[in-house]
T-cell receptor, first 112, second 114 residues
């Protein structure tokens, strides 16, 4: 089975600090896409960042960046200058045949 | 606001009943996806439609069915409901059906089966 694994059920970060959320995946495809979604207490799923597997350059989106290691099948999310509003569940997902395969999620707490 | 709308926001019903969840995709999006989020199973893909045609099926029970109408809105029908069907049901849409297309999620419908 092609899976997405998030090994950290919960993480905590001090406001203004940096935190990295881990994700590994399994795939037999050579061309695929990876995503990080944020789910705040409102339960809305919000796209954080997207990475094309054929691109070596890591995607960045303001305070959010990824470390994409294709050979290791690793796709971690780094949040810089953490803010209270970053507190949420974060889901890593892989695009497959048009649908998304999600990890179990990491709950991020931000301490003031 | 993602531009994807779902109704109703909340639904409370009894075991054995049937319900219909509705989704309107973002303007211009041809693909609609349904996902189920439950505490024990996490986020799971159910089914995908593209321009009115079913294109992919995931872990969708036989008691569940869906369709996409000519105006591109979609409905997910859940029948013979069981307690375990209680979950948050998301609809998402994208322009195409390629694996790289960003999927934009609606706010979800929370289903409670009593």
């Amino acid at each position: 089975a092609q899976t997405v694994t998030q090994s950290q059920p919960e993480m905590s970060v001090q406001e203004a600090e940096t935190v990295t959320l881990s994700c590994t995946y399994d795939t037999s495809e050579s061309d695929y896409y990876l995503f990080w979604y944020k789910q705040p207490p409102s339960r809305q799923m919000i796209l954080v960042i997207r990475q094309e597997a054929y691109k070596q350059q890591n995607a960045t989106e303001n305070r959010f960046s990824v470390n994409f290691q294709k050979a290791a099948k690793s796709f971690s999310l780094k949040i810089s200058d953490s803010q209270l509003g970053d507190a949420a569940m974060y889901f890593c997902a892989r695009g497959s045949q048009g649908n998304l395969i999600f990890g179990k999620g990491t709950k991020l707490s931000v301490k003031p | 606001d993602s531009g994807v709308t779902q109704t109703p926001k909340h639904l409370i019903t009894a075991t054995g009943q049937r319900v219909t969840l509705r989704c309107s995709p973002r303007s211009g999006d041809l693909s609609v996806y349904w996902y189920q989020q439950s505490l024990d199973q996490g986020l799971q893909f159910l089914i995908q439609y593209y321009n009115g045609e079913e294109r992919a099926k995931g872990n969708i029970l036989e008691r569940f069915s869906a369709q996409q109408f000519p105006d591109l809105h979609s409905e997910l029908n859940l029948s013979s409901l069981e307690l375990g069907d209680s979950a948050l049901y998301f609809c998402a849409s994208s322009v195409r059906l390629a694996g790289g297309d960003t999927q934009y999620f609606g706010p979800g419908t929370r289903l409670t089966v009593l």
